[in-house]
């Protein structure tokens, strides 16, 4: 049984610029949900997608959207990139909508 | 909505002591409160949940409380290694469409040889 695994694990961006993280979820789940977490912060909820549709989101702008594919991998995209936006993104997925299993993140610096 | 509050944000214990950190949440409608270690470098791992209708659940040397009336829970480590060194989240949610994690700020446990 494998886990879920982000890519990248590293990134540096520039302010304005877009960005697509990816992950893929653990066998099986068909829940995935996106995290921010800001450094020395708690993870922060921003989207989940149960079977490729959108299943509630936090209070972040429009600039971060998502999407799950058929086979429950998953994308966030953030347009529009603001400094603010650097921290570690976590993506985790579930086949319940407790247990989840988190990835061990990407990290996003804006300069 | 649902706010969740952890203290405290940093701990010091002897190897062998006891760790408690303590969890209070505003939303009385969450009933599942799951902790997270989360090690350098490394996602968050659950190591222990517990749901509304339980008052406590234990797993060898780590133990939850929750007080649903006081909307608090605490995590309880015995017996504390080195390798337990690491930052603690708790987080609380509800059950449900949409639901998601509203974690703690965090822990930071240090376990001193």
């Known amino acids: 049984e494998t886990g879920v695994t982000q890519s990248p694990t590293h990134l540096i961006k520039t302010r304005g610029q877009q960005v697509t993280l990816r992950c893929s979820s653990q066998?099986?789940?068909?829940?995935v949900s996106w995290y921010q977490q800001a450094l020395g912060q708690g993870p922060q909820f921003i989207f989940q997608?149960?079977?490729?549709?959108?299943?509630g989101r936090g209070n972040f702008p429009p600039r971060f959207s998502g999407l799950q594919f058929p086979n429950y991998s998953s994308e966030l995209n953030v347009n529009a990139l603001e400094l603010d936006d650097s921290a570690l993104y976590l993506c985790?997925?579930?086949?319940?909508?407790?247990?989840?299993?988190f990835g061990s993140g990407t990290r996003l610096t804006v300069v | 909505g649902e706010n969740v509050e952890q203290h405290p944000s940093t701990l010091s214990v002897q190897e062998g002591d006891s760790a408690v950190i303590k969890c209070t949440y505003s939303?009385?409608?969450?009933?599942?409160f799951p902790w997270y270690k989360q090690e350098l470098g490394k996602g968050p791992q659950l190591i222990i949940d517990i749901r509304s209708n339980v008052g406590e659940k234990k797993d060898q040397r780590i133990a939850v409380t929750l007080n649903k009336t006081a909307k608090h829970f605490s995590l309880h480590i015995t017996e504390t290694q080195p390798e337990d060194s690491a930052v603690y989240f708790c987080?609380?949610?509800?059950?449900?469409?949409?639901?998601?994690?509203?974690f703690g700020p965090g822990t930071r446990l240090s376990v001193l040889p």
């Open positions: 985790a997925s579930s086949l319940r909508a407790d247990g989840y299993t």
């Open positions: 066998s099986g789940h068909n829940t």
């Open positions: 997608y149960y079977r490729e549709e959108e299943n």
């Open positions: 939303d009385s409608a969450s009933n599942y």
């Open positions: 987080a609380a949610s509800s059950q449900g469409y949409g639901q998601n994690f509203v």
